[in-house]
């Protein structure tokens, strides 16, 4: 019983958090989704199309999830400032207060992203690393043949073509 009224005060409390108009969720989420559509569009080269959309989700959810938390953390900091004075200010200069709070919140909360674990992100790079090492391998490999394909012939150049100016030596014109 305790618990569900704690859910309900939770739920009510999560509510009062969330936009209440399009132009405050386009606020509120624009720059997210903006950042998102950036890191998707910035993965390494080669990244499928699944790759893409899973950084952008990930970076759209660690936005957000700052951002409805520090919003949420303004919202109780500015109870415990305004509280008490709640009658006093009247209901809309103190929801005022409170958005303005939660606000204050939601810049203050900005950095937490840099913070967050990415694994989606890690795993997209970690695999974007190993086929560069790959192929970087694959290039130096493929050098080194053609090097020593190339000292190979001259070897041989030099080494037959000497064979023409020893005397008695089998040659070409002999």
């Known amino acids: 019983m305790r618990y569900a009224a704690g859910a309900k005060k939770l739920i009510s409390e999560l509510g009062k958090i969330l936009p209440r108009t399009g132009t405050e969720w ?6 997210e989704a903006g950042f998102a559509a950036i890191g998707a569009f910035m ?13 952008a ?5 660690i936005g957000t999830g700052s951002s409805f938390l520090g919003s949420g953390l303004g919202r109780l900091g500015g109870k415990a400032v305004y ?10 200069v103190y929801q005022q207060k409170l958005a303005n709070a939660m ?4 810049i203050l909360a900005a950095p937490l992203p840099m ?5 989606i992100a890690s795993s997209v790079y970690e695999r974007a690393m190993e086929q560069q090492n790959q192929q970087q391998q694959e290039a130096m490999l493929q050098q080194e043949q053609e090097r020593m ?15 023409l100016l020893a005397p008695g030596s089998a040659s070409l014109y002999s």
């Not at 386009?26 to 720059?31: C, H, M, S, V």
């Not at 993965?43 to 950084?55: C, K, N, T, V």
């Open 115 to 119: 913070f967050a674990p990415r694994p």
């Open 149 to 163: 394909l190339q000292e190979a012939l001259l070897g041989s150049v030099l080494t037959g073509g000497g064979s």
């Open 83 to 92: 509280g008490k004075r709640a009658a006093e200010l009247g209901d809309e």
């Open 43 to 55: 993965a390494p080269e080669g990244s499928s199309l699944g790759d893409r959309l899973g950084l």
């Open 103 to 106: 606000t204050a919140g939601d």
């Open 26 to 31: 386009a606020l509120r989420l624009g720059p």
């Open 57 to 61: 989700a990930e970076d759209m959810l």
